[in-house]
């Protein structure tokens, strides 16, 4: 096997000429630094560039500009980027939020690589990727700046292009080539590039600018120059779950780097949590994780839950019904199979499910793949007129030669990555269980065709667990694939690689928990949890780990009817938070011992309590809810044009 080689910036035109620009950008940036007063001796910036913009949602009018700096310390190399103070004009992105976004003290020692992408359309934008897989948000330059941000980090670090992918950069990666896999050029597909807001930061900080960006990097940098060690990675593992203690570990990073790099002159905010003499919340329940194993720590008062003083007018959640039966079906339909009225429908699955026995032929209807006005024979027309679309897709990658697959990287990734995670998938199931199981194939065939159907989104890990339940149910090759891509129509934006579909929705969830839980929100932000990441995996597959197998099936039916609200799902998150209140409050769970929390409560979590909490808050929160959430967040339908979420879309924008 040829080792991969990696070639030096140099090797590249554009970074040779922009050696000059950014030679010449370092020298205003020093002498910048020698006339001001404000940066502590030994601190040199060597790249400052202002208008540097991070997209927390699709809308441009909450988009968030800031000033990015490369600040020298000794032998080491930091990046930071502070937002402006003052700067929105959108009342809902309130200054609190904004600085949900701040990076502070990031030392190079710990990135893994620099992605940069320049769209035909649109700005340029770089994603810095972690050592432990976690990626920040994308920064958008608006002013230009790239070539001269990478050719100022290669005077400093040892910046080297990556073989397979010219436009990613591998920052000190001095491994052996032979050892060298290609996690570095799978991360944009991964999970496990989790772009979501950094440690959160208090607005209660200096009132002007300068002061807000003083720089102070003490003698305690030397502990940060080495990369923290990561687990071991164990095949048979969620891959959501390792997401997750990534992430718990870069967050645990910036809190120690941002106390120990940056004083800051006043308060952020984050101080002793106020404790107030309380009764617990009638709505917090007792219930346990039986594999929660950590000392019992001492209970601390707890403040009451805002909702709990309602409850005598708040009609909290109707009861759930049996699943809707084979004869109870009949009756929405017409003679020739059309549903006479959708809405009773939609309400009636609601609230009790379906019968699995032919869940195949609602299914189709909810996720959108035959309408609700077809007849019996427009779907059977349809399904057959599918059938030969979906062959022809499917041989697209099936007539690929072997010779032709050497000259195909990105198809021979693709096609590595899914045979990996297939064979992993729902292996406890009889339907996929065993050697050779030809529904492990057909996840295989399914996954690979939509690779081909959406080239620009391709193939996520993370999506073989949504697809498993829907060849589960549907039992057929073309329809599995026709229903899977109607879910990603509106999951889709989940696994963009710029996550910005993702940090819609946590953003949503944290104004909802602050509009239905202050007490619990406040207790977020003072304890760094502000992000909402612990929620990452409920989102990004719908809850499919935390929840049987059944239980998975009638929860996504339910989200489908999309009858109380589109986004039921922030709802539940809202719902199993609450619940949970007085244990994460009364323990005092800092960001690490909640994520470890949350992890174990998978299995133990009870489907239809929750499900009417999720109601009853949903009602609750009315339109005050609703504006909670920016438009367009996921899994609201895209524009009706027919076209899937591209990755594109954002950069467009």
């Not at 026995?357 to 609700?372: M, T």
């Amino acid at each position: 096997m040829q080792e991969a080689e990696l070639h030096d910036l140099s090797d590249d035109a554009d970074y040779a000429a922009s050696q000059q620009q950014g030679s010449a950008s370092i020298m205003r940036c020093d002498s910048g630094k020698k006339s001001s007063s404000s940066e502590p001796e030994g601190a040199q910036i060597v790249y400052l560039k202002d208008n540097v913009t991070i997209h927390p949602t699709q809308l441009a009018s909450e988009r968030i500009s800031g000033r990015l700096k490369l600040i020298k310390q000794g032998s080491s190399l930091f990046m930071t980027w502070i937002p402006y103070k003052g700067q929105s004009t959108n009342a809902r992105l309130s200054e609190k939020d904004r600085n949900l976004y701040t990076i502070r003290a990031v030392p190079f020692a710990d990135v893994r690589s620099i992605q940069r992408h320049t769209p035909a359309l649109g700005w340029q934008y770089i994603i810095v990727v972690l050592s432990f897989g976690f990626a920040f948000p994308p920064l958008y330059f608006y002013n230009g700046g790239v070539r001269e941000f990478l050719a100022t980090v290669k005077q400093h670090v040892l910046l080297m292009r990556s073989a397979e992918d010219a436009n990613v950069f591998l920052v000190n990666d001095f491994q052996n080539p032979l050892q060298r896999t290609l996690s570095s050029l799978e991360l944009p597909r991964a999970v496990s590039i989790a772009s979501v807001p950094s440690t959160p930061v208090s607005v209660g900080e200096s009132s002007s600018q300068q002061n807000e960006e003083r720089t102070d990097v003490s003698a305690s940098v030397p502990q940060y120059n080495g990369r923290q060690r990561q687990k071991g990675h164990d095949p048979a593992r969620d891959i959501s779950i390792q997401v997750l203690e990534k992430f718990s570990l870069v967050t645990k990073f910036a809190r120690e780097t941002t106390s120990q790099l940056f004083r800051e002159t006043h308060s952020n905010g984050f101080g002793p949590l106020e404790r107030r003499n309380s009764n617990q919340s009638a709505l917090d329940y007792s219930h346990k994780s039986s594999e929660y194993k950590e000392d019992v720590p001492v209970q601390s008062p707890v403040d009451p839950d805002p909702l709990e003083f309602d409850k005598l007018s708040l009609v909290w959640g109707k009861p759930r019904q049996p699943p809707l039966g084979l004869e109870e079906w009949a009756t929405f339909l017409d003679s020739e199979g059309r549903v006479v009225d959708p809405k009773a429908l939609r309400k009636r699955i609601f609230y009790g499910g379906v019968e699995h026995k032919f869940r195949k032929e609602v299914w189709a209807i909810l996720l959108g793949y035959h309408s609700y006005e077809s007849t019996y024979a427009e779907r059977e027309y349809q399904k057959s007129i599918k059938k030969t679309e979906y062959e022809t897709i499917k041989n697209q990658w099936q007539s690929i030669s072997p010779e032709q697959a050497k000259r195909f990287t990105k198809f021979r990734e693709r096609k590595g990555l899914i045979e990996k995670d297939v064979v992993r998938t729902d292996r406890s199931l009889s339907f996929y269980d065993g050697d050779d199981n030809p529904n492990v194939n057909l996840l295989r065939d399914i996954l690979l065709t939509y690779s081909f159907y959406n080239f620009d989104l391709g193939y996520c890990q993370g999506m073989s667990d949504l697809l498993s339940p829907i060849l589960f149910v549907m039992e057929d090759e073309s329809e599995s694939f026709w229903c899977f891509v109607a879910l990603m129509e509106r999951l889709g934006p989940n696994f963009n690689r710029d996550q910005n579909g993702m940090h819609s929705q946590l953003f949503a969830l944290s104004k909802l928990v602050e509009l239905l839980d202050r007490p619990l929100h406040k207790y977020f932000e003072q304890n760094d949890c502000l992000n909402y990441f612990f929620c990452f995996r409920w989102i990004l597959i719908q809850f499919k780990r935390e929840l049987e197998y059944e239980q998975t099936m009638r929860l996504w039916e339910v989200l489908w009817t999309h009858y109380l609200s589109e986004h039921l799902h922030l709802y539940v998150c809202v719902a199993i938070l609450k619940r949970y209140r007085g244990k994460i409050m009364g323990e005092q769970m800092d960001f690490d011992t909640l994520l470890k929390f949350i992890n174990e409560l998978s299995g133990q979590i009870e489907l239809d309590a929750i499900l009417r909490d999720a109601e009853a808050l949903c009602i609750c929160a009315g339109e005050n809810g609703a504006a909670c959430i920016p438009p367009g967040t996921v899994p609201s339908l895209p524009v009706a044009n027919g076209l899937f979420y591209s990755q594109q879309d954002d950069e467009v924008l």
